[in-house]
T-cell receptor, first 114, second 116 residues
Framework: DAGVTQSPTHLIKTRGQQVTLRCSPK?????VSWYQQALGQGPQFIFQ???????QRGNFPDRFSGHQYPNYSSELNVNALLLGDSALYLC?????????????FGSGTRLTVV | AQKITQTQPGMFVQEKEAVTLDCTYD???????LFWYKQPSSGEMIFLIY??????QNATEGRYSLNFQKARKSANLVISASQLGDSAMYFC?????????????FGDGTTLTVKP
């Protein structure tokens, strides 16, 4: 049973560019959440998608946007990249009917902005 | 707003001994969930244990137990019989429950090193 799959694993981009990160949730999960984890810090909530809609959003600018497809997979898009966007981006999947269960996380995408 | 505080940046423990990782939280929500995750150097966060705010008993999962003291707003993780593979970063997190369940708030983590 595959867990959460994220691609790519590593990415280097230049300031001002745009990037798309992808996530396939664990089989049977319907909710996808995205987190940004800076070095030495805990993950920060970006947003959560359920039924192809953004359900909740953290304190991130509109440069961060997302999408969820009918098969529950999701994308995170970041426009006009800044050096401060360099971080590990984690995708987490869950079941909306089981909010008390922990997330299943992917291994993340390490984004470096130069 | 929810807040998680982990005051121990790093902890050391001898193999086979028990260790407690501290976590305090702050929230105005009457109903919430508390979680612990393990993050090895590979980066993938692994869910360890969950405690609901209305649960009367402390949660246990194998060698992991959660020492929940609601009045003190603490949710410490206890790992018994530490193993070398327990060396990792540990994060305490909180999530609202109910129909607004979504965002989880994480602490900044504690790095645990198990010595042979």
């Amino acid at each position: 049973d595959a867990g959460v799959t994220q691609s790519p694993t590593h990415l280097i981009k230049t300031r001002g560019q745009q990037v798309t990160l992808r996530c396939s949730p664990k089989s049977g999960h319907d909710t996808v959440s995205w987190y940004q984890q800076a070095l030495g810090q805990g993950p920060q909530f970006i947003f959560q998608y359920y039924e192809e809609e953004e359900r909740q959003r953290g304190n991130f600018p509109d440069r961060f946007s997302g999408h969820q497809y009918p098969n529950y997979s999701s994308e995170l898009n970041v426009n006009a990249l800044l050096l401060g966007d360099s971080a590990l981006y984690l995708c987490a999947s869950s079941l909306v009917v089981l909010p008390n269960y922990g997330y299943t996380f992917g291994s993340g995408t390490r984004l470096t902005v130069v | 707003a929810q807040k998680i505080t982990q005051t121990q940046p790093g902890m050391f423990v001898q193999e086979k001994e028990a260790v407690t990782l501290d976590c305090t939280y702050d929230t105005s929500d009457p109903s919430y969930g508390l979680f612990w995750y393990k993050q090895p150097s590979s980066g993938e966060m692994i869910f360890l244990i969950y405690q609901g705010s209305y649960d009367q008993q402390n949660a246990t999962e194998g060698r992991y137990s959660l020492n929940f003291q609601k009045a003190r707003k603490s949710a410490n993780l206890v790992i018994s019989a530490s193993q070398l593979g327990d060396s990792a970063m540990y994060f305490c997190a909180m999530r609202e429950v109910g129909h607004n369940a979504g965002k989880s708030t994480f602490g900044d983590g504690t790095t645990l090193t198990v010595k042979p």
